[in-house]
């Protein structure tokens, strides 16, 4: 017989047939009752089975975490919490799972805990429900792109440049790491190195992405990127993975545009597909936010937050408009701000951010137009020449979630940036001859696509959107 | 005027409009027909100029390669070749590319002098129709896997395990490179190296999909995985991307169902949606068949290909049926193999497999229960003791693109193997806590993507089906 999905059998409920279902146990009541669960959905399929007429041997190995296969009749559920049930006729242990030893218990676990348990943490219900939800935005996101003329591209994992400067890389590397061939001044000889060169773990697709947008017209990456950068927050990761679309004729107006509107599509689209884990992960925020001082509590529960992005447009500021919004605002005259604004010119903090949202605009806000001397170096100068046209998006709890540009299409221009700033003209030669042929104005924008998870879950730590995350001192599994 | 797109003006063309289009210039014939393309479709948008009432100097600059605005009205084609054409009525040179600088010049480029070009190559019909049909495909396994009840899960890129065995691997580190710290016993102390330990790049997400379909049921990863093998072939790449499914309560029959189903569905999905390009693609494939010796050229045409793969099931059969056939087989007789034949256990070459699929069965194949010697040690061994349910894909031109198996369940039998194998387990102890917590049949396989790419459009180096290829001696760009 063919085996059933929880979530297929509980959508589309065929009463009194026979049906053949496979999962692991959540829990086993009163000798009777087991709740059934298979990583389908977040439901358990109540599995009911008449222990006096089974093998009691059999009976002990229903634990908590054990496989099972059963098969049963379909009924109308005559107790509260599920419309129907299985009467279970045959029930195979597939694999035992030992209460003394078995690491999910039917109880409240740490977050620290279960991530030392990251291979076995998804089977718990948190962790179900973000996965799924986090694979509808996966969805989301090429279902966007794919229905608005982008095309897809890998951009290389492995680069030989490291002139972006977003951050610290890792070196990738096949040198004995003690004895590496060294050249004839004393240094490490890369040129013995696998690719020839030094390598290193790519920042960000961006520049890449600007090559193929320059002959495909829109495209988008969704990849890993990485930072070597020693930060033990809630908010970082040294690998995460990054969506970053380019668009070749867009200026800064239609690249915010494309990014309100995208955004505010994929979380529509996970209002629309996945409400019932969306309102057990917003049960397990209320919770975890009631064990938090007042100050610190969100003011919005996690669906109404998911709806103030997706129910209004977002409000359009300039940098200097908001400056002079923060600097005549009540906490910083009353120096509540841990950095003071007091001038044009300095870099947001996210207080900031989340002040012009939360308490000023009570909207999405997207800042626009900011001081060059703040912003990377491939950022279209203004007219002013002393802003560029980059643009982020800030969010209600976390601050920036998206940071983009109109990129600097002229050429004269770009390479006096890049002098000023001692970015290397020879290693981007590739570059700047996206700007000597047939040179356009064009955009783009990236998301960390695991701080969207975080918002869109309502999760308060980065490494528990991702399966395995990758933090200083931490490759485990 | 809001900018329309070639591709949206051929699907649905308003005569008598007025519409306004960026693209590059790819041709300019007789001062009139500008032929404009921007990336959005294989074919251009034929753009008329009135060269009497142009600047001249504006004129000079309409050059292959240049970037225009043009603006005009869409009216019936007079020539051939195209149905509407564009009265330019306003004509504007965002980006000039002169014609003495510009390397991609309306003529036959070698791959070899393109893939030195890979920024600008992207601007030529054939990578513009492989990557087109790229992107396709990729958007098709994600609606696949998605509409038939997957989760898509990120596998981590930067691994601490090396056990797979699967190939060699890259070190990722952020030690100085040529000053090292040392343990006292005179080894690199990767103690203080950012995890804390001895970190490289994945070559397979397949061991994390085993935890996860061990709670979510059926999951997938599609992200790039790493081999820093020597290898100077047209069919290997140092970073390339997979996509690996992973499934609970799936045997090895379920798994043959899957992977057939699986491909059948994407290759048919461009075969729906990427016609224009597929055709030049067949054409270009036919072309470059016309200067190889006849032995080498394909017997079937790109399409015909497709659909041999699409139109009829794949046949199945065992590894010792095969070796059968081949020992039988004429090549074999007649020693035209470059492995010759002799004895159960011998590893099958391309060259098997291609007999195979092209000459004995003349359709795709799978290969079944091979060898336990021959495979990897988490395979499931059959009850002979002395096979392992391992599956591979054989297609035409190609031979094996997928590989797959059911997995080893049993703890006891698990640890057994990895003791004979040298695998070591305390590396893997979350692995094998699979199998202690639970444990259940499952199977899964692995598609190498641009191998895929690579059938789907008839390039015969895998390096021209993946923007910038990484291999050895070269990471440019």
Request: charged residues 25%; contains cysteine; hydrophobic residues 40%.
């Amino acid at each position: 017989m063919k085996n059933s999905t929880v979530k297929a059998v509980l959508q589309d409920p065929k009463l009194l047939q026979e049906i053949q279902i496979s999962g692991w146990v959540r829990t086993f009541r009163s000798n009777r009752f087991i709740a059934l669960n298979d990583g389908s959905t977040l439901k358990n399929l109540q599995c009911v089975v008449d222990f006096e007429a089974l093998d009691p041997d059999l009976l002990k190995r229903i634990n908590t975490g054990a496989a099972l296969r059963v098969m049963g009749t379909l009924v109308e559920s005559q107790g509260r919490g599920q419309n129907v049930e299985l009467q279970v006729k045959e029930l195979e242990v597939l694999g035992d799972a030992h209460p003394d030893q078995y690491p999910i218990q039917p109880k409240k676990h740490s977050m620290e805990f279960l991530r030392e348990q990251a291979h076995l943490r998804i089977r718990t219900n948190t962790f179900g429900a973000v996965m799924r939800v986090k694979s509808a935005l996966s969805f989301a996101v090429h279902q966007y792109f794919t229905s608005n003329g982008f095309y897809n591209f890998h951009a290389p994992i492995i680069t030989g440049s490291d002139a972006e400067g977003a951050g610290e890389m890792f070196r990738v590397s096949t040198l004995d790491p003690k004895d590496p061939p060294l050249t004839e001044d004393g240094g490490v000889d890369f040129s013995k190195d696998f690719f020839g060169k030094e390598t290193n773990l790519t920042v960000s697709g961006q520049l890449e992405a600007e090559a193929y947008a320059m002959g495909m017209g829109k495209v988008y990456t969704f990849g890993p990127t990485f930072r070597a950068e020693n930060s033990n927050t809630s908010r970082h990761l040294a690998e995460f993975w990054m969506i970053e679309p380019e668009m070749a004729f867009y200026d800064l107006d239609a690249n915010m545009d494309l990014a309100e509107d995208f955004i505010q599509y994929v979380v529509r689209y996970v209002l629309e597909n996945c409400m019932e884990d969306l309102e057990f992960l917003e049960k397990r925020l209320a919770d975890e936010e009631k064990t938090k001082p007042q100050a610190e509590r969100s003011e919005m529960a996690l669906i109404e937050k998911l709806r103030f992005v997706t129910d209004q447009p977002f409000k359009r500021v300039t940098y200097t408009e908001a400056i002079e919004i923060l600097r005549n605002s009540k906490p910083n005259k009353k120096k509540r701000f841990t950095y003071p604004i007091d001038a044009w010119g300095a870099d947001l903090q996210s207080e900031h951010e989340r002040y012009l949202v939360e308490k000023h605009f009570k909207c999405p806000v997207i800042l626009f137009n900011y001081p060059a001397t703040i912003k990377a170096f491939y950022m279209r100068l203004n007219e002013d020449g002393k802003t560029v046209r980059a643009m982020d998006i800030l969010f209600p709890g976390i601050g920036e979630i998206v940071g983009g540009s109109q990129r600097e299409e002229r050429l004269d221009v770009l390479v006096e940036k890049m002098r000023q700033l001692g970015v290397d003209e020879k290693e981007l030669w590739w570059y700047l001859d996206l700007r000597k042929f047939g040179t356009a104005v064009h955009s783009g924008f990236g998301l960390g696509f695991e701080r969207l998870v975080q918002f869109t879950t309502g999760m308060g730590n980065i490494r528990d959107v991702i399966p395995f995350p990758r933090t200083p001192q931490n490759a485990e599994f």
